[in-house]
């Protein structure tokens, strides 16, 4: 199994700042490498695919990068909005794994 | 629009079983897979596996191998995720996803489903 390490596990960043949340798998898994964003008491929501592919309809301050092991989901001019927890997933491999997660905190 | 429903929480006791429905409306149901995600209280998303409403093909973590069954009725473009033997650890938010072959991605999820399991 594909295991995912995100860091930091936790943030505390003020709006407008630049946030970066890395990912790393144990294995090499190419792009197939996707970020989320869970708001408390919501369903997950898409934000990047295939490491940096932008999403329709996602605020263009998101964007991925990365390939092989290694992975950063950034987020630029951090909102208040953006207060969440930030899940990376790997569908490279059987089982799909997901990170421990990111939660921002905006202060 | 694209949405999938779920039903309503559940209270279990240990040893019971649990049937979450996954509705899918917008989209042609036998298109994309589905997947099933689960979230305990505080804690990260967890895979649980996945049906092809198509075919009604399966593939379930090693996890929850032999507790799980996963099924469908595309008379109604619901999905089922039926799982056995509760425990406490079991207690949790469950999700139905679409699975977007082509990206690869959980594209639309459900709403979740909380299934607490206490005695």
């Known amino acids: 199994e594909i295991v995912l390490t995100q860091s930091p596990e936790f943030q505390s960043v003020t709006p407008k700042e630049k946030v970066t949340i890395t990912c790393r798998a144990s294995?090499?898994?190419?792009?197939?490498l996707h970020w989320y964003q869970q708001k408390p008491d919501q369903s997950p929501k898409l934000l990047i695919k295939?490491?940096?592919q932008s999403i329709s309809g996602v605020p263009s301050r998101f964007s991925g990068s990365g390939s092989g092991t290694d992975f950063t989901l950034t987020i630029n001019a951090l909102e208040a909005e953006d207060a969440a927890t930030y899940y990376c997933h790997q569908s490279s491999y059987l089982p799909h794994t997901f990170g421990q997660g990111t939660k921002l905190e905006i202060k | 629009q694209v949405q999938l429903v779920q039903s309503g929480a559940e209270v279990k006791k240990p040893g019971a079983s649990v049937k979450v429905s996954c509705k899918a409306s917008?989209?042609?149901?036998?298109?994309?897979?589905v997947h099933w995600v689960r979230q305990a209280p505080g804690q990260g998303l967890e895979w649980m596996g996945w049906?092809?409403?198509?075919?009604?093909?399966?593939n379930y973590a090693q996890k929850f191998q032999g507790r799980v069954t996963m099924t469908r009725d595309t008379s109604i473009s619901t999905a089922y995720m039926e799982l056995t033997s509760l425990r406490s650890d079991d207690t949790a938010v469950y999700y139905c996803?679409?699975?977007?072959?082509?990206?690869?991605?959980?594209?639309?999820w459900g709403q979740g489903t909380l299934v607490t399991v206490s005695s």
């Open positions: 917008g989209y042609t149901f036998n298109g994309y897979y």
């Open positions: 049906i092809n409403p198509n075919s009604g093909g399966t």
């Open positions: 294995q090499t898994i190419g792009s197939s």
């Open positions: 295939y490491a940096s």
């Open positions: 996803a679409r699975f977007h072959s082509s990206s690869s991605t959980f594209d639309y």
